[in-house]
């Protein structure tokens, strides 16, 4: 007879695990130099990005629990991508109910020019640790830490299904690439190389006006 599969479980308590979040990418950030139709804009008054990092920091009541980490800074093209793991000064097991995680973006060409904000619970309504792939809307202008203020709605992604489908084939790209980082998929170089300038290609013919300043983040995944 086959031996049952089972699972176990912890408490939260128990879990001796160091806090980590994965920033994945930047999207709906116009890059620096360049206009909403691709042309070539000055300098001068440019609202537009060039390089960009993220600030991690944990927020408990709208006050910062810990010192804030940040990723090394990006450039920005039609999407920004990062893909670094932050540890936070935390363990998982310390981690009070109410905390959040609160994301700021900021240009790091100009001193503490925020581009925008967002902030993710770290227990949800079930009383479990969040995990998993999630896309947070930004923003535009505010911190991380004022988007946690007790009181103030969370802004996930909301992006609309458009009629050439192009949201939902974007999130499916989003999840064979995670898929891909996690070394489940057979990798051959040439044809990596060929698949990524693809998908790269895809984002700047992502249509504009229309899709909000989106922040892509992975926690991690296990059982307590």
């Known amino acids: 007879m086959a031996a049952?599969?089972?699972?176990?479980?912890?408490?939260?308590?128990?879990v001796n695990l160091p806090l980590r979040i994965r920033i994945g990418a930047i999207e709906g950030v116009k890059p620096a130099g360049i206009g909403p139709c691709?042309?070539?804009i000055q300098p001068h008054g440019n609202r537009a990005r060039s390089d960009l990092f993220v600030e991690a920091q944990l927020v408990v009541a709208g006050m910062s629990l810990g010192p804030a980490v940040r990723t090394v800074p990006h450039a920005n093209q039609s999407t920004c991508?990062?893909?670094?793991?932050?540890?936070?000064?935390?363990?998982y097991s310390d981690v009070p109910p109410s905390a959040h995680i609160a994301l700021t973006v900021y240009d790091a060409a100009a001193v503490a020019a925020v581009v925008g904000g967002c902030s993710v619970p770290l227990v949800d309504g079930a009383g479990a640790?969040?995990?998993g792939h999630k896309r947070l809307q930004l923003v535009l202008e505010e911190t991380g830490i004022a988007i946690a203020q007790p009181g103030r709605p969370l802004h996930h992604s909301k992006a609309s299904t458009s009629t050439s489908g192009f949201p939902s084939e974007l999130e499916r790209l989003e999840e064979l690439v995670k898929q891909y980082q996690k070394n489940l998929m057979p990798r051959v170089a040439w044809l990596d190389k060929l698949t990524f300038q693809s998908i790269e290609r895809r984002n700047q013919g992502a249509p504009t006006g229309v899709q909000p300043a989106l922040l892509s983040i992975d926690l991690p995944e296990f059982e307590y």
Not at 4 to 14: E, G, I, L, P, Y
Not at 81 to 91: A, C, D, F, K, Y
């Open 38 to 40: 691709g042309e070539e």
């Open 4 to 14: 049952q599969a089972t699972s176990r479980h912890f408490a939260a308590s128990d």
């Open 129 to 131: 640790f969040s995990q």
């Open 81 to 91: 991508s990062i893909h670094e793991w932050l540890t936070l000064p935390i363990r």
